[in-house]
């Protein structure tokens, strides 16, 4: 039995999450990975006719259907409320429901249309967690929201969606570090394109018969030549929701590494014969930059560049490559350079480090490692990305209250 798992290795046993928008797509594979792990898990979505079924799938956990428009503030209230009275506790919140107004230009978009929508991808988001986060609180719980690609490289005819889940993405970073001191994390995993009934509906809107020219062709604009499945966004949650512990206010690349390169693909004898994949440990001062440290700092941002190129060259072999990112970890290495710049080692030194992280704590060597297992196994959808596991020391400005 590991640390995160129960005798009967499930991940997720008795945990409860509420999933929004869990019928169909996204935020179904969200339900079934999780329910499957052990969870109770509450979906919060307004088709009633999946809806209605879904207690009645077989499953490790169970699930919950609960009527609920995601665009009203006293239904979500209500609905969460309801969950937190059957099972007693809120373990995690899936902020997963949206939709997208189809291809538009800003001429064809009408105010009224965007408020629509930024109502449903993001108003929803604050308002469940808002009345979420007194149970997530007691729970020391997480949250994660299902934000997008398109919220970085933005999608032709696409501007109100993508600044719906932009919002997403800094509402993210913020709650994370207000929420820190109650001890709830908050991330986000980016879908690139997912199969659901959503990318089939924009698609056929657009006029593009989705056959398998047209499959072949968008997963082409994927590093990992393919489109996504909606497990593979349940499995980022899960282990958002259950590993990554040293983890608040990230996200999570689940892309097929489609804003790797310049959309140009090119091209480890034994990973390719087995199909496997190729974790870099890097750091977080790679980004920031570390005082004293210009070669180490400059050696990390160098694992970072091989890490984006080598997944480019190596997709083709079925090799995915990424990297781990950590903050300050309690290693035999981070003592000695402690130890060497003259600094005592005492509860004082580790209690200052600590505040340095939005977590308020440094890590643990295993909390990398739970996220390198994720990498290997569970991250299918993922390459050329880095996975932060730096307690959030590079959100905010680092200032805490
Ligand atoms: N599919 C993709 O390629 C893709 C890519 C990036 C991001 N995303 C994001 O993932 C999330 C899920 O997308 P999807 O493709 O699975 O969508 P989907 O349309 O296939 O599923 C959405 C679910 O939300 C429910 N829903 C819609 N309006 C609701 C409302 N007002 N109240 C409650 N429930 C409501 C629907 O009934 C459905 O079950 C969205 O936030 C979307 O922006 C999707």
Redesign the pocket.
């Known amino acids: 039995m590991s640390a995160t798992s129960d005798s009967h290795g499930l991940r997720f046993k008795d945990k409860v999450a509420i999933v929004?928008?869990?019928?169909?797509?996204?935020?179904?594979?969200c339900v079934d990975v999780m329910a499957e792990q052990g969870g109770k898990i509450a979906v919060?979505?307004?088709?009633d006719k999946?809806g209605n079924t879904l207690s009645s799938v077989s499953t490790s956990g169970e699930i919950f259907y609960v009527h609920?428009?995601?665009?009203k503030e006293e239904e979500i209230k209500n609905a969460i409320k309801q969950v937190a009275e059957k099972y007693g506790q809120i373990d995690c919140l899936v902020n997963?429901?949206?939709?997208?107004p189809g291809s538009k230009t800003i001429d064809e978009l009408t105010v009224e249309g965007f408020k629509d929508l930024l109502n449903?991808?993001l108003v929803?988001n604050f308002t469940a967690s808002k009345y979420a986060l007194p149970y997530l609180r007691k729970s020391k719980g997480n949250i994660v929201n299902?934000?997008?690609?398109?919220a970085h490289s933005g999608t032709g005819l696409a501007s109100s969606?993508c600044a719906t889940?932009g919002g997403c993405l800094s509402l993210t970073k913020a709650l994370a570090i207000d929420e820190a001191k109650n001890g709830v994390r908050v991330n986000s995993v980016?879908?690139?394109?997912?199969?659901?009934?959503?990318?089939r509906?924009v698609e056929k809107a657009g006029g593009r018969e989705i056959d398998e020219e047209r499959l072949k062709y968008i997963g082409s604009l994927h590093t990992l030549n393919r489109?996504?499945q909606?497990r593979e966004?349940g499995k980022a949650c899960l282990f958002l929701a259950v590993d990554a512990t040293f983890t608040t206010g990230e996200e999570l690349m689940c892309t097929g590494g489609c804003e790797l390169g310049s959309g140009v693909k090119y091209a480890l004898p034994y990973l390719r014969k087995s199909k496997g994949n190729i974790v870099n440990i890097t750091s977080t001062s790679a980004h920031s930059g570390t005082g004293l440290a210009s070669s180490y700092c400059a050696t990390k941002g160098g694992c970072l560049s091989l890490t984006k190129a080598l997944a480019i060259d190596e997709a083709k072999n079925g090799v995915r490559v990424n990297s781990v990112s950590p903050g300050c970890i309690d290693t035999p290495l981070f003592r000695s350079v402690e130890k060497a710049g003259g600094r005592e080692i005492d509860e004082e030194r580790l209690k200052y480090l600590g505040s340095l992280h939005t977590l308020n704590r440094i890590g643990q060597p295993r909390e990398i490692g739970k996220a390198c297992l994720f990498l290997a196994v569970d991250a299918t959808f993922t390459t050329g990305e880095e996975l932060m596991c730096t307690g959030g020391c590079e959100v905010g400005y680092g200032v805490k209250q």
């Open positions: 929004t928008g869990g019928c169909c797509g996204i935020g179904r594979g919060l979505d307004l088709n999946v609920c428009d995601m665009t997963n429901v949206g939709t997208h449903l991808n929803s299902i934000t997008s690609i398109s969606y889940k980016s879908p690139g394109c997912i199969d659901t009934p959503l990318f509906s489109i996504g909606p966004i």
